[in-house]
């Protein structure tokens, strides 16, 4: 079996910083993009950003120049570091994995989801 689990939401005030953090476990063959989504209130999920398997990245223009995602391949693990964080970016910050599991297709994993509320 394949879990994608995060980590590291929380409540923080307007201007300041948080880390998600995303581990991949389990019966893994490969990893392609891995990114991060989220739901604010009454709204759709979103995509914020993305790396794929060799580091290319792509970002929401809402949150250029304020998150830089990154991964460590190695520990099947991608990141979210979030800066400058306006109470507009709170939401539910979800995982996504693009993984080739030992048995079985490429799909999309899903995490349980991480709150982050910023508060004004």
């Known amino acids: 079996q394949v879990q994608v689990v995060e980590s590291g939401g929380g409540l923080v005030q307007a201007g300041g910083s948080l880390r998600l953090s995303c581990v991949a476990s389990?019966?893994?063959?490969?990893?392609?993009?891995m990114g991060w989504y989220r739901q604010g209130p009454g709204k759709q999920r979103e995509l914020v950003a993305e790396?794929?398997?060799?580091?290319?990245?792509n970002a929401a223009d809402s949150v250029k120049g304020r998150f830089t995602i990154s991964r460590d391949n190695a520990k099947n693990t991608v990141y979210l570091q979030m800066n400058s964080l306006k109470p507009e970016d709170t939401a539910v910050y979800y995982c996504?994995?693009?993984?080739?599991?030992?048995?079985?297709?490429?799909?999309?994993?899903w995490g349980q989801g991480t709150q982050v509320t910023v508060s004004s």
């Open positions: 996504n994995a693009a993984i080739l599991p030992i048995r079985g297709p490429l799909s999309h994993y």
């Open positions: 389990g019966s893994i063959f490969s990893i392609n993009t």
């Open positions: 790396v794929t398997s060799g580091g290319s990245t």
